[in-house]
């Protein structure tokens, strides 16, 4: 070891064997929504009960509204005492 070489504080890896996708804590259902928006014919809302977002609404809203920016799709939420309700919106031509 030569003498002017600071140890690592960190372990080093392959740059391959970085992920290069971020996997929140609200993938899981932000993609099930996404999924189920894709099928959801026009005029429909999704219901989500706020005890299976497995976090506050404020948070999966946030991410949602990430996701669905990124894939360019127009979404409008609403929420009440139990349920979060999700929906496309539609263009005006």
């Known amino acids: 070891m030569s003498p002017n ?3 690592a504080h960190f372990k080093t890896l392959n740059l391959g064997d970085v992920p290069h996708s971020r996997a929140g804590k609200h993938k899981k259902i932000v993609v099930m929504i996404l999924r189920d928006l894709g099928q959801l014919k026009e ?6 009960p706020l005890a299976e977002l497995g976090n506050t609404k404020e ?5 949602l509204n ?3 920016r990124g894939a360019k799709m127009n979404v409008a939420t609403a929420t009440d005492a139990e349920y979060l309700y999700v929906w496309n919106v539609s263009k005006v031509s």
């Open 5 to 7: 070489r600071i140890a």
């Open 43 to 48: 005029g429909a809302a999704l219901r989500v």
């Open 59 to 63: 948070n999966v809203r946030s991410a």
């Open 66 to 68: 990430r996701a669905t």
